[in-house]
């Protein structure tokens, strides 16, 4: 029987929540968009609000930021690792460590696999944690603090780092701050573990945009922000040589005849760079714009609603047949059907009852 591709759901927990849970990939007839489900495995970890989830899929590991305000005495949320059991996919615990800020919302795992670099959203910080060869964690080797304000008067009031995202050659890190309207340029030393302001030392959005997730196109020439406050994506041109990005385009997440309150979540891009997908929670929809593979500019296609609320992240399954979306407030996930041929969404309808996701990741079976 052929290992099956798990699903990893991370939540915030509560009294229906205890931590991440795990699901079998069910694909009986691609063709047939109806027979993909996702099939309930149970609870894979117990572990506190693991809001964002990373995989290391060579050495079967998964890292979680655990969303907390106070984790251990201190003022700090924390990272957590795991291993995977090659059997049964659950999962145990390597080690914890402070995230070094409150509120970790994000991470992701550098090219070498040797650190993790974290958003703290709520003290507005990112840091970074070495990675041994067993997956344990090891105390930060940097702490950086982002300072100031922009014009949101609820959301925009101090820094709030939301993802750390990686250029393809390991070298510039970028944080996008909401509260700051900038998207932070680092240098990165993979080595050290050490991150040093770059010049350029941001990319600036337009005041009130609450720049959110950021996405690199998978031949590097472009990337994409997505911008939580106003709905809408900024496409950049990268320089890779000079780790500097070039303002392209801004346009809306959401359909011209929508004037209901949104905010936008996840961004994501097909592995073949030719199509971009958004997540928006108010208008409840995943869309999808079709990316020139020239000038790297969007072009609005369709949007798929999600058949619940407040759709938050969603993955990408790494052979890029199917779209997972988790509605945080309905307390499901629906999984979708990737056309090949044009990159739209085909839901299959059938839902997986997960309490409160907030962050879908694939593991394929090892290579």
Known sequence: MPVPTLVYVGTYTNEKSKGIYLFRLQTDNLEVSQNITLVPLGLAVETPSPSFLELDLKRRLLFAVN?????????TGAVSAFSIDPAKGTLTLLNQRPSMGTGPCHLVLDKEGRHLLVANYGGGSVSVLPVAANGQL??????????????????????????????????FAFVCDLGLDKVLVYRFDPQRGKLTPHDPAFAQLKPGSGPRHMVFRPDGRFAYVVNELTSTVTAFRYDAEAGALHELQTVSTLPEYFDGANTTAEIDIH???????????????VVLFNVDPEKGTLTY????????????HFGIEPSAEHLAIAN?????????RIDSGNGRLKPSGVFANAP????????PPPE
């Open 67 to 75: 969303e907390l305000s106070e984790f251990e005495g201190q003022r």
């Open 138 to 171: 090891g105390a930060a080797t940097e702490v950086i603090q982002h300072a100031g304000s922009s014009v949101h008067p609820d959301r925009q009031r101090g820094p709030h780092a939301h993802c750390v995202t990686l250029d393809s050659a390991n070298r």
């Open 271 to 285: 592995p073949t760079g030719k199509w971009l997908y958004v997540s928006n929670r108010g208008h409840n929809s």
């Open 301 to 312: 296609v369709e949007e798929q609603g999600t058949g619940g609320f407040k759709p938050r």
């Open 328 to 336: 945080q407030d309905s307390d499901t996930v629906l999984v979708a």
């Open 356 to 363: 409160t996701p907030v962050c879908v990741k694939f593991l």
